[in-house]
């Protein structure tokens, strides 16, 4: 069946009479009440009338930004970049797995070794560290941003929330309970908590000073003071105040014996609270320690050797993982990265390299008369 509209009626989206069917009466009818059109109203914004602004691109606007861009990258990269190159860093891979490892016999440890496995790794700075030196511990192939790993806590819990305390959230299964008693800390992120010991000694004539490993001060001042905190009550007992939880599985000890020190124990400890924020990547440091210095006139650690006895508690093996030490100073733009220095470079450097070719194109072609002659 053919149906005919006229020009008008096609143009407003409708037909003015109705559409003829088998059976019955006809559709959108002039009697048929209201009539849906398909029109755009007649606004600025349906009808894109709003007003706009188009950078018009010229060889004078263009040309003189890349230059601009590439004078102003480049210093900045180079700024950067010796900067990053001027921080002191040495680590140290002390895993076990090379049969010549002084950690070989600790490859295979278990959570729960008594006693523990120790090693001493001896080793030489060839460089002095002059300012503050930061001790960090690195792990590789070990997935923190894993989604059901990174949800596996409870924050009410480890905020001192008193019935959070007693009954954790279900996101800590499979760490939740144990033995019919609350687990606390509560899920798996707690539960992997990393357990190595590292002391570090200074070798003069055969005589090994031990050096000063500051504890405190290495977790996030928010995280310290806000995010984390111990039940109420007594703060002076927090036996009293964990009584009737257990330990995590994989823990030697509960988490009111992390430290003798009430102002760093329990959910408070700071070895607890920078292991509790989840690393982005499968390798990763986190800071262990600090190293002050103490005479401006002589350097933190000098050059010389020195020894790294391990207490090796935390085992990797078993997933492919590696440990690291880390010994690092700082600047003012935080710890060795030269990846920020070599990519203002790189942005720089084309930036300008694409000036000159264009500045070039621009000055040889840019003036040509691009309309055709006509003969006369």
């Given amino acids: 069946m053919a149906v005919n509209y006229s020009a008008k009626e096609e143009a407003d989206g409708h037909p003015s009479g109705g559409v003829g069917v088998p059976g019955g009466g006809a559709v959108g009818g002039s009697g048929g009440g209201a009539v849906k059109t398909r029109k755009p109203d007649n606004t600025a914004f349906k009808q894109q009338r709003l007003p706009a602004w188009q950078p018009i691109l010229t060889a004078g606007t263009v040309l003189p930004a890349f230059f601009i861009i590439g004078l102003i990258f480049i210093p900045i990269g180079i700024g950067i970049f010796v900067t990053s190159n001027n921080i002191r860093e040495y680590e140290i891979d002390y895993t076990g797995t090379e049969p010549s490892s002084p950690c070989n016999k600790c490859l295979n440890v278990s959570w729960d070794s008594t006693p523990p496995c120790t090693c001493t790794i001896n080793f030489t700075l ?195 993982g590696r440990k690291r030490m880390i010994l690092s100073t700082i600047s003012w733009m935080g710890g060795k990265n030269p990846f920020l220095g070599i990519a203002y470079i790189t942005v720089g450097s084309i930036c300008f390299f694409l000036g000159v070719v264009l500045l070039f194109i621009h000055h040889k072609y840019g003036n040509r008369n691009t309309s055709a002659d006509i003969p006369n």
């Fill in 126 to 320: 060839e460089h002095s560290f002059e300012s503050n030196v930061f001790m960090y511990y690195g792990l590789s192939n070990f997935y923190q941003n894993h989604r059901r790993y990174v949800k596996s806590r409870d924050d009410s819990q480890l905020n001192g929330d008193n019935s959070s305390l007693l009954n954790p959230s279900k996101e800590c299964e499979p760490y939740r309970t144990n033995e019919d008693k609350p687990i606390a800390p509560c899920g798996a992120i707690a539960n992997s908590m990393f357990n190595d010991t590292l002391e570090l000694y200074r070798i003069d004539n055969d005589t090994r000073t031990p050096i000063t490993l500051i504890k405190k001060g290495i977790a996030w001042w928010t995280d310290k003071n806000v995010k984390f905190r111990n039940p109420t009550g007594d703060g002076n007992n927090l036996t009293a105040l964990f009584q009737g939880t257990t330990k995590p599985v994989n823990w030697p000890k509960p988490v009111y014996m992390l430290d003798s020190e009430p102002d760093n124990n329990g959910f408070i400890n700071e070895d607890f609270i920078v292991w509790m924020r989840t690393a982005a990547l499968p390798t990763f440091r986190k800071l262990y320690r600090l190293i002050e210095r103490k005479n401006n006139f002589q350097p933190t650690l000098q050059a010389g050797k020195y020894s790294l006895d391990i207490a090796y508690n935390y085992p990797v093996h078993s997933f492919d």
